[in-house]
């Protein structure tokens, strides 16, 4: 059994603790929790006492976790802390003998992905990043159609992420309205799509361009607000009170902030043209204010087209995905259910978690390269916004 320290005990550890303690339970235990308020540990060992309740997990500030390192001595390292952390954390564990398990991004900027590089390089242990849009079963069936060679050579990827004012305003709420936080929508969100992308051609992005800005959030949008009521509030469930509001005089985070107020430093409107070293090119558009989530996808080859549509939330739900050779009809491909959120993906990505990949002939699990890769796409554009120019990912100094 390995022994697993959590790191960041907000919404997000629980898939991981609840699976380490169910379905997963095999595996190892939870042996230590690290956060900056006790409140939000204290959440989490109430989840466990209901599924163990002859185990006792230490808690260790978040300015103590060297000491957690060194006394409780984990196997595995599950880091799920504010983005802008990730690196500190996954370093620290791989110099001290651990694995790390870290949810994306993997880190916000060149200077963190360096940090880790260099401790992998040193210690020789092993990280992976949980990228679980790569399990979900219609983005699988995008890859392996392009692996086949159903589309012939891919020439050009259209990508657009539409977040609504349900799901897309939360960013605007939490710690993520900081860029020094989260790095933006471009490294916390897209990582996701950039990670996709790189992963169904195959490839590896080389020169980034980026147009975007704050237009609908923010003090300086407040016109648009409701003016029926607030429908940018957040329903306090019993969830977020005993992990948040419970815990907002220990370290004074506000859980549910003003997405109309000063402070906003990330962006609501973005679009990104990548290019890639085969010479495809890909157009990516994200807007945090849609009337309806999901995405819509387009893969152009030299042999036909395959196009994905998914709508989440505010239409009917559902996932199509077309795939259309030159001068045949469209064909419908059939879409498997999967296990979990995230579009059925989380729980095949729980499994190579707990237990590794296994034999997978289309290598859904990630690590360090692919962190890499999919983060500087969101650098790159960062970079970009900043300058007004084209932005070389070699450039960034690192790979």
């Not at 991004?105 to 092993?126: C, K």
């Not at 589309?151 to 992420?161: D, M």
């Amino acid at each position: 059994m390995r022994r697993y320290a959590f790191v960041g005990t907000g919404s997000r550890a629980r898939m991981y603790l609840g699976a380490l303690l169910d379905t997963h339970a095999a595996a190892g235990e939870p042996v230590a929790f690290c956060d900056t308020n006790e409140v939000r540990m204290a959440y989490h060992d109430r989840i466990v006492r209901k599924a163990r309740p002859e185990l006792s997990v230490p808690h260790y500030a978040a300015a103590d976790f060297d000491t957690l390192l060194a006394r409780e001595k984990p196997d595995v390292v599950v880091v799920t802390s504010p983005d802008a952390t990730h690196a500190r954390y996954v370093a620290a564990a791989l110099r001290h003998g651990a694995d790390a398990v870290v949810e994306k991004p993997m880190t916000t900027d060149a200077a963190g992905l360096g940090e880790i590089r260099d401790a992998l390089a040193e210690s020789g242990r092993q990280l992976t990043v949980t990228f679980n849009y790569r399990y979900s079963p219609r983005n699988a069936l995008v890859r392996q159609l392009i692996a086949e060679g159903a589309i012939g050579e891919v020439t050009s990827v259209a990508f657009e992420w539409c977040l609504d004012t349900v799901h897309g305003a939360d960013y605007f709420r939490r710690w993520h309205r900081d860029k020094a936080n989260s790095g933006g929508l471009l490294v916390h969100k897209a990582t996701h799509h950039f990670d996709l992308v790189n992963w169904w051609l195959a490839d590896r992005p080389e020169v980034a361009f980026a147009r975007g800005g704050l237009r609908f959030y923010g003090a300086g949008n407040a016109r648009h607000r409701d003016p029926a009521g607030d429908r940018f509030g957040l329903e306090l469930t019993t969830e977020l009170r005993e992990l948040y509001k419970d815990g907002e005089h220990l370290d004074g985070y506000i859980r549910d902030r003003d997405v109309f107020s000063a402070g906003i430093t990330i962006e609501d409107n973005l679009n990104v043209v990548v290019g890639y070293r085969s010479g495809a090119a890909m157009s990516y558009t994200l807007h945090a204010h849609s009337p309806w989530e999901g995405y819509r996808v387009a893969v152009n080859g030299t042999g036909g087209r395959i196009e994905l549509d998914v709508v989440e939330r505010g239409r009917p739900r559902g996932s199509r995905l077309l795939l259309q050779r030159h001068w045949e009809a469209a064909q419908e491909v059939p879409i498997p259910v999967g296990r979990g959120e995230h579009g059925g993906g989380d729980g095949m990505l729980l499994d190579d978690v707990f237990h590794g990949p296994g034999d997978d002939p289309l290598r859904r699990a990630a690590g360090f390269a692919d962190g890499a890769a999919s983060v500087l796409v969101g650098i790159a554009g960062n970079e970009s916004l900043r300058t007004g120019q084209a932005v070389r990912v070699e450039e960034l100094g690192a790979r």
